[in-house]
């Protein structure tokens, strides 16, 4: 098990320096001369100039990805050139944003996908597994940005039940945080929810059509033990496998559900500096969300290798 | 304390409640109300279409950093909504007869934020400042200034390399906002990260694409006049999500409400709409000498392009994609401008002599390529203009280019026809000189007409209005025969906010004043 850890250790470095690489590459590929962008709508030479300078923007392209990665490695992932922050203030103000977002979506993903998967598989060509798998294909094709909005005309212009936008920190005021963070939670938890709905589903079935399932029934067990206790733990393995990847892919759909939802978080962040040709910040926050996506990989490894006795042996 | 315990041990003991209890309950309850009272301070939510940019008025470049600097930098002087320049932090003015040079008198008793004074020192840091620090924007607005003198401590002189009517104009805007020297010089960089001017509200949070918050600052020279204790500037970038905010509660009040928005506002029994005419326009730029994409027929005949302006009907484009919101134009000032010239007034379409035209031209089905950003509304803007330029013969090739990514091909000269619009500027010069001097800055088009330099150069080196209308007029004509632009309207600043709110004014550059506005 260290062994595995380790080698996939090892293996994390070279793929983050890959990772740099291309997201430093790509965005040179944008058009548009980011400091024209940045100089304002005078367009003034003298300041275009100047920012041209500053930046490093008239180096050569591998004298400043040096400069980048050398800075970089050291924890100074450069500054926004349109606010002058520190990129790594942005991504430690901005991150646990996301990482919430994040969590409570996974949270409702889970409340809602596992029991339907159960209950689907359980009651598998019946009216229920039916309405279930609606569900999921509704969850899937809705869009997130149309079912947000949605949401904010049903619950905050008509029905005033829950703000439109607000967000604060929880450590500030948590009732109001979560507030407005269980609208945009939903939007972003209902597709993952569908999936992890299908996938318990399926993985549910072939359990509940093992031997060892027969024979619990044949012992007098109730349904609900031969469900639950016996047939669930070993369905959840790849469930949670999968839900370590989803985590994963919960970060960059949050970025449309941050912009409707007004929630001050990475995918926001991202989306603006990419627009404002704000190279730097969009080059920490993509080395910063592919560390974590990596990161969250290794985990789902040792989480699967954990969960499954077969593997420890 | 000691007596109070003394006081509630004497109680017990004899079982009587005693005044000195009571009296101890009354005050807390009070301090309680007090405290409530407090917490309760008015908050004004004010919802913006963009993140602001840096809070420094020497190298702010964003229109929302002067909608959040209209509350915490006051300025040398201010418009009136009808575009008349009066003092602010000033209190006169006055030009010395070869307009070379001018005296300005400072209102007395403004105090900056941090409590450090404004005077003729302060003044005279800030316009160097604007001049001379690396990357300040402000340096090409006020470049005429080439001294600054300090008469006496109320009394700064600011002297010019030439006549340059323009100048107040550029101080009633970033270039005249004072920011405290003992703040600027202590933060250096930083300083945009804590702001410290002399306008009504002082800076006190920033969440970086979240929200600016601002709270009252007590020593304000005009605080008999601001009435709201708090103000938060929120940005919410999404048009739609914007409203939606407003609609539930969100927002107290939100800047460019949608036209396709306004009705649904307008019904709101809560809300209410206010609009105004802006000081830019929309247009189309010609590519008339910028490298070779200049030698399109576009580009080389003006008849070719006079052609394209008459094929448009200009009302109906805007009832079109604006519900009739916004004003039809044919020139960078808006109709309802005290400089607008009343010798051109927005021409309806006339295909016949559209066609006529382009048949003098010698092109009678020529073909333009319109390059457009890609956002929706100006999208739909050029698809209304091919409909109608089809009309006259004219086939035009849409190009929708991302905005950022059209600004450089648009500097590159890779391009035949620009739809692009000006934020405007206060003084007149401000929509002109940049696009059509010879050397003007944002003529990318290239045109080049030594006449217009010269009624130009005339009109900035006179502060007497009617002799500037006189000149502008003047270029006017001939901008409307050579159409270096194509102006095609004018928008309106729109803003939906909640009935809750009285003494809102909206001015034409667009920008919410906080003064008199009152929240219940």
């Known amino acids: 098990m260290l062994a595995f850890l380790v080698r996939r250790l090892v293996i994390t470095i070279p793929t983050i320096f890959f990772v740099s690489v291309l997201i430093f590459g790509l965005q040179q590929l944008l058009p548009g001369n980011p400091a024209v962008v940045l100089a304002g709508e005078e367009q003034d030479p003298a300041v275009i100039a100047y920012i041209t300078h500053k930046y ?13 990665i050398g800075d970089a490695l050291h924890g100074d992932l450069g500054e926004s050139i349109r606010t002058r922050q520190p990129v790594s203030e942005l991504v430690l103000q901005k991150l646990p944003v996301t990482l919430e977002l994040g969590a409570l979506a996974f949270l409702i993903a889970l409340l809602i996908g596992v029991p339907a998967g159960i209950v689907s598989a359980v009651k598998s060509g019946t009216a229920v597994d039916y309405g279930a798998n609606l569900f999921a294909l509704w969850g899937i ?20 039940w829950l703000p439109a936008s607000g967000y604060v920190p929880p450590g500030d005021d948590l009732a109001q ?38 024979t619990a029934r044949a012992k007098g067990l109730t349904e609900r033990a031969v469900v639950l206790r016996h047939s669930l733990r070993n369905a959840l393995i790849p469930v949670i496998t999968l839900g370590a990847l989803e985590f994963g892919q919960l970060l960059s759909g949050a970025v449309l559900t941050e912009q409707i939802f007004t929630i001050p978080g990475f995918g926001k962040l991202i989306v603006d500096a990419v627009f404002n040709r704000d ?24 989480a699967y290798f954990l969960a499954n006795p077969r593997l420890r042996s | 304390m000691t007596g109070a315990r003394e006081t509630t041990s004497r109680t017990r003991q004899t079982g009587r409640t005693t005044m000195p209890r009571a009296r101890l309950f009354v005050m807390a309850a009070a301090l309680t109300a007090l405290l409530a009272g407090a917490a309760q301070a008015k908050t004004l939510r004010i919802g913006l279409a963009e993140d602001p940019d840096l809070l420094d008025p020497a190298v702010a470049r964003t229109f929302v950093g002067r909608i959040v600097f209209a509350s915490l930098c006051d300025k040398l002087f201010d418009i009136t909504p009808d575009l008349k320049i009066v003092p602010q932090l000033a209190a006169s003015y006055q030009w010395a007869p070869d307009n070379k040079s001018v005296t300005i008198k400072l209102r007395q008793g403004v105090l900056f934020q941090d409590g450090t004074p404004l005077n003729a020192e302060a003044v ?88 600016i918050t601002v709270e009252k600052f007590d020593k304000y020279w005009n605080k008999g006049h601001i009435f709201i204790d708090r103000i938060e500037y929120r940005t919410i970038v999404d048009a739609a999500v914007r409203v939606a905010n407003l609609q539930a509660g969100s927002l107290d009040f939100m800047e460019r409400l949608q036209p396709s928005d306004v009705a649904a506002v307008r019904n709101n029994p809560n809300l209410e709409v206010a609009s105004i005419p802006e000081i830019g326009y929309i247009g189309i730029t010609a590519n008339i000498g910028n490298g070779a994409r200049a030698a399109s027929i576009f580009g080389k005949d003006p008849r070719v392009r006079q052609a394209l302006s008459l094929a448009i009907d200009r009302k109906a484009l805007v009832q079109a994609v604006y519900n009739g919101e916004y004003l039809p134009g044919d020139q960078p000032f808006s109709p309802v401008s005290p400089w607008f010239d009343k010798n051109f007034p927005v021409p309806g379409p006339d295909i016949a002599k559209a066609k006529q035209l382009l048949k003098e031209a010698g092109h009678s089905n020529p073909t333009i390529e319109l390059m457009v950003p890609t956002t929706s509304d100006d999208q739909q803007v050029a698809q209304v203009i091919q409909a109608m330029a089809q009309q006259a013969g004219i086939t035009i090739k849409i190009k929708a280019v991302e905005f950022a990514t059209s600004l450089d091909r648009e500097q590159q000269g890779d391009f035949e026809a620009y739809q692009i619009g000006w934020s405007g500027r206060v003084d007149p010069d401000g929509n002109l000189y940049t696009f059509l001097a010879c050397k003007g800055n944002l003529n990318y088009g290239r045109y080049c007409n030594p006449e217009v330099d010269k009624l ?30 194509i102006y095609l309207y004018n928008r309106k600043w729109i803003y939906g906010y909640t009935k809750k709110l009285t003494g809102f004014k909206p001015y034409p550059d667009g920008l919410v004043r906080v003064v008199d506005l009152k929240l219940q």
């Not at chain 2, 502060?463 to 025969?481: F, G, N, P």
Request: aromatic share 8%; with cysteine.
């Open chain 2, 456 to 485: 130009l150069d005339q009109a900035r080196e006179t502060s007497d209005t009617a002799a500037r209308k006189k000149l502008y007029d003047e270029v006017d004509a001939i901008a409307q025969r050579d159409l270096p632009i």
């Open chain 1, 279 to 302: 190279f730097a910040v969009v080059q920490g926050v993509v080395l910063v969300t592919a560390t974590l996506y990596i990161f969250l990989n290794i985990c789902a490894d040792v």
């Open chain 1, 177 to 214: 945080n979560l507030k407005t963070m269980i609208m945009p939670a939903f939007v972003l938890g209902n597709a993952v929810a569908a999936v992890i709905m299908r996938h318990t589903r399926s993985a549910m079935m072939q359990v509940l059509g093992a031997d060892y399932v027969r």
């Open chain 1, 141 to 160: 094709s809705t869009p997130n940005f149309w079912l947000g909005i949605m949401l904010i005309l049903l619950i905050s212009v008509e029905l005033h």
């Open chain 1, 56 to 68: 490093h923007l008239d180096k050569p392209l591998p004298v400043r990805y040096v400069l980048w």
């Open chain 2, 124 to 211: 005279k840091f800030n316009i160097e400042r604007d001049l001379n620090l690396k990357g300040s924007n402000r340096k090409s607005e006020i470049s005429a200034v080439k001294g600054v003198e300090v008469i006496d401590d109320q009394t700064v002189k600011l002297d010019l390399s030439s006549p340059f009517s323009p100048l107040l104009a550029a101080l009633t805007d970033r270039a005249g906002m004072m920011v405290s020297p003992k703040a600027a010089k202590a933060e250096g960089e930083n300083f945009a990260a804590h702001p410290v001017c002399a306008g009504p509200y002082k800076f006190v949070e920033r969440v970086a694409q979240d929200h």
